[in-house]
């Protein structure tokens, strides 16, 4: 249903670096490039991440309240993820762990070079 997301970005090269090493980790690769724009992706068919140069020439800002989700395959590779976006410079936003859900939610939160929010999160993880 959703073709596309994109987060706002005021340097898009910086924004470009740090997306193509952490979405790898994921299985994504830069899928679109242009002037104001970059997407990657895993297949066609599936939802594009992206980031952009606002049109409106004005500057980019992060909205309160809004979010992207990275699903990953397993709590490894949400440690995986969070871990290379801190070493990539996101800022800390909560460590991975279980989050208390009965879906067995497992997550960690960052914020990226933009300030961006994000987590990477898995479901269906078993704790103790």
Not at 1 to 23: E, K, P, Q, V
Not at 73 to 87: F, H, L, N
């Amino acid at each position: 249903m959703i073709g596309y997301i994109t987060l706002g970005t005021n340097d898009l090269d910086r924004a470009g670096s740090f997306y193509d090493t952490l979405l790898a980790e994921l299985g994504a690769r830069r899928t679109m490039t242009d002037v104001r724009m970059l997407g990657w992706g895993t297949k066609a068919s599936q939802t594009m991440f992206s980031v952009i140069v606002p049109f409106d020439e004005k500057d980019a800002s992060v909205g309160n309240g809004v979010m992207i989700a990275l699903n990953a395959g397993s709590a490894e590779e949400v440690d995986r993820v969070y871990a290379r976006a801190i070493e990539l410079g996101a800022e800390d936003e909560g460590a991975p762990h279980d989050r208390g859900s009965q879906m067995g939610f497992y997550g960690g939160y960052f914020r990226d070079l933009d300030g961006n929010k994000l987590v990477a999160y898995c479901l269906g993880v078993k704790f103790d």
